[in-house]
Each structure stands twice: as C-alpha cells, then as structure tokens.
T-cell receptor, first 112, second 113 residues
Framework: DAMVIQNPRYQVTQFGKPVTLSCSQT?????MYWYQQKSSQAPKLLFH???????NEADTPDNFQSRRPNTSFCFLDIRSPGLGDAAMYLC???????????FGQGTRLTVV | KQEVTQIPAALSVPEGENLVLNCSFT??????LQWFRQDPGKGLTSLLL?????REQTSGRLNASLDKSSGRSTLYIAASQPGDSATYLC????????????FGKGTKLSVIP
C-alpha cells in the first residue's frame, strides 16, 4: 500500500516549458519535502513544508517553486526547465521535522 | 556544513556472505541517522533509523550501528541474497529543528548468485 505517491513516474518536457510534478500522502504527516537527485549523486533538498510553512533551501534556484494546498498534496513547479534540471525528483514526508522520512517512488524528469 | 561520505562506492559479494557498508559524517552534532535502500530508477525505502542516543538498531538481517563521537555508522547485512542488490544510502539529520537530511552518495551493492 503506497503511502507517498508521486505522479507521473516519468515526465518528458520541452526546454523552457513549465512543468508540474505532484505528490500525495496517506500518512497525514506534517512535513513534506522535495529532493532532486541527479545520476549517481546524493539527493539534494530543494524545500520543505511544515504544515503550511514553506522553507526554501538557500541554494534552490528561483526556477523551482512549490505549493501545498492541503495536508495530503504537494506540488513541484519548474517554471522554465533547463537541460540541467533533468533528474529524479523525490517527494518525502515525516510526521515531525526529525522523524523517519518516507519517500515516494520518484518522478524521472527528462528535458528535451 | 555537514558532509556525508560512503565508502566504497560499489561492492560486489557472493551470495551468502556477511558484509558491512560504511558511512561517515563530519559534524557529530546529529539528531539521528537513517539508512535507505534505493533500487534502480526507484525512490528510497527506509531501512533503519538510529537516534543519536542509540548505539545500534536491528531489523531482520540488517544491523546498523552508530558511533556519534567518531562520526561513523555501519550497516551490517547478514547472509546476503541477490535480492539485496541495490544502492544503500545513509542520511543524517543535524540537530533538533533541522529538517534537512544530508545524504551520502551511496554504496552500490551487487550480490552474485
């Protein structure tokens, strides 16, 4: 039973065309995170929400935005994808800021 | 700034062997450490979480240890199986109130039948 669900699993977008990735959770966790993982690299935190409070990492490009309309859903918006944004995007949740993190299956983004 | 290193980057062992994966971190002021498994093209599956006050955690054939003062953790896998083949990542959460998990690049494990 999937607890953190990411859609779609694979996304192909054109250079410069806005794209949205989605994440939903059935765990009722307070915190939701978005990570970017490039090939053979460590996942890198882009931002997180604690409830409705948005926290952006200092080095996250302005091109990346996020929305959390309710507890269950969180979206990653890439306003103008570049070739360098091709990566696996991972959504995660945790009950508290220091609890066990649960990850979704990821969305593989390809930019053409 | 916290940095997490995992050595080796890749490891190949015959089925049935016991093995140890290593993780080191530069800042010992961590809140907890979590080990994950990642299959190719997939997300991360949580294996074990160790609080900073703990020395080890066990789940089935997996045992994770933590030596916070020396900045090290190990993941011990007993009686390895081909199904254990995956990339194993460790991640540390630095200090209460810090929501960021800092990851290592992982160790890619291949268990040969």
């Amino acid at each position: 039973d999937a607890m953190v669900i990411q859609n779609p699993r694979y996304q192909v977008t054109q250079f410069g065309k806005p794209v949205t990735l989605s994440c939903s959770q059935t765990l009722n966790h307070n915190v939701m995170y978005w990570y970017q993982q490039k090939s053979s690299q460590a996942p890198k935190l882009l931002f997180h929400y604690y409830d409705k409070d948005f926290n952006n990492e200092a080095d996250t490009p302005d091109n990346f935005q996020s929305r959390r309309p309710n507890t269950s859903f969180c979206f990653l918006d890439i306003r103008s994808p570049g070739l360098g944004d091709a990566a696996m995007y991972l959504c995660a949740t945790s009950l508290t800021g220091v609890g066990v993190a649960f990850f979704g299956q990821g969305t593989r983004l390809t930019v053409v | 700034k916290q940095e997490v290193t995992q050595i080796p980057a890749a490891l190949s062992v015959p089925e049935g062997e016991n093995l140890v994966l290593n993780c080191s971190f530069t800042d010992s002021a961590i809140y907890n450490l979590q080990w994950f498994r990642q299959d190719p093209g997939k997300g991360l599956t949580s294996l074990l979480l160790i609080q900073s006050s703990q020395r080890e955690q066990t789940s089935g054939r997996l045992n994770a240890s933590l030596d916070k003062s020396s900045g090290r953790s190990t993941l011990y896998i007993a009686a390895s199986q081909p199904g254990d083949s995956a990339t194993y990542l460790c991640a540390v959460r630095s200090g209460a109130g810090s929501y960021q998990l800092t990851f290592g690049k992982g160790t890619k494990l291949s268990v040969i039948p």
